[in-house]
């Protein structure tokens, strides 16, 4: 006889409480091993893939692609033991029902520990539980039924890909506004890119309107607030009502930094590293901060403490495809210029691939954010909860500027520091400042610190 099990919605060690379905690897009739990567969720952090604990048949998929469930809700059935009976029939009415087992629910390979009892989901207008037959027999996944397209304006139209797709689609060159996704919610998938790229007859691009939200008659999508777009939302509010903002400007020539750059460029040692402005930014933050350490404290209002943290966990603020998210460089103080240039191409290239993990986001210290990389000259940046201090980068232009009493062309840059000024005070501020700028105007300067 079959021996069913569910699969709850699982806390992935993070005080998970909802997350997102965004697709499943898996359909019914599937067989699974342990480990294999089943769903792929979005929580309030990150995407995160969730493998399961058991070998077996899947039987069934409880949730679809979109929904919000909550941590501990049965997402999937699966089969433990197919072999006992090859291809079980609907059971009698007087027959006892399958078991579905209730039990703990053992932590996932790489999240924690919190134990998570399930147990099979009562349906609406069921009979009880002692008269249900037992789950009928896998059954092949239904092919997907289009839904109801809607043309709408390309202005108006966004692809909905993941970012390993986006990123396949730029490698075969292929315009995804070209594309409809074959995946349930026009969803464009790997097989939709390569039959495009292979030369196979596309269709015009639409928009659902049960799918994007889109309405023809407004011309307008409403999109629902989930996700890192959500968290973020709550954070930034709750940061600029708590800590009490002070931001500070300053304006520095940068030209013997981009000079050095090229210089490291053409070394032997920094062949092959990707050295940017951020990396210096990174490395004067590090330095400047042990001179400085009140930014990298932070205010515990429920303690009513100041926290003085002895390393910089640095974070980075990244835009990608799923919305802003701020991984961390764990340690950040302790490596050199050359190791954080690695470490933060490596970073934002995960950042970039939508894989950054809920604990690559968790306890920074210091933020850097780098609008400099879209052309604007400065902000004035919200810090992050937890921290006390965040600083700004903007582009480097070419400008005037007065040298030994003459006007010359100079590398030009922005910067700006937010801080939280029930820890940090307007001295302490902008010793800091002063400290980056200088070793970002003179980077021999660090040789001093």
Known sequence: MPTYKQFPLADTAEG???ADILSWHVKPGDTVTVNQIVVEIETAKAAVELPIPWAGVVTELHVEPGQTVEVGTPILTIDVDPGGSAAPAPAPAAAAPAPVEEEEMKPLVGYGSKAVVTQRRARKGAAPAAAVAAPPAPAPAPAPVAAVPVAAPRGGYVPLAKPPVRKLAKDLGVDLHSLTGSASGGVITREDVERAANGAAVAEPVVSTADSGYDPKTRERRVPI?????MTAAAMVQSAYTAPHVTEFLTIDVTSMMEFREKLKKSREFAGVKVTPLTFAAKAVCL???RTPDVNAVWDEQAQEIVYKDYVHLGIAAATPRG????KVRDADSMSLKELAQALTA????AREGKTSPADMANGTFTITNVGVFG???GTPIINPGESAILCLGAIKDQPWVVDGEIKVRKVLQLSLSFDHRVVDGQQGSEFLADVGALLADPAMAMTY
């Open 324 to 327: 802003l998210i701020v991984p």
């Open 226 to 230: 989930k996700g890192v777009r959500k």
């Open 376 to 378: 604007v000259d400065t």
């Open 347 to 350: 970073l934002t290239d995960v």
């Open 16 to 18: 998970l409480t909802e």
């Open 288 to 290: 400047a901060a042990k």
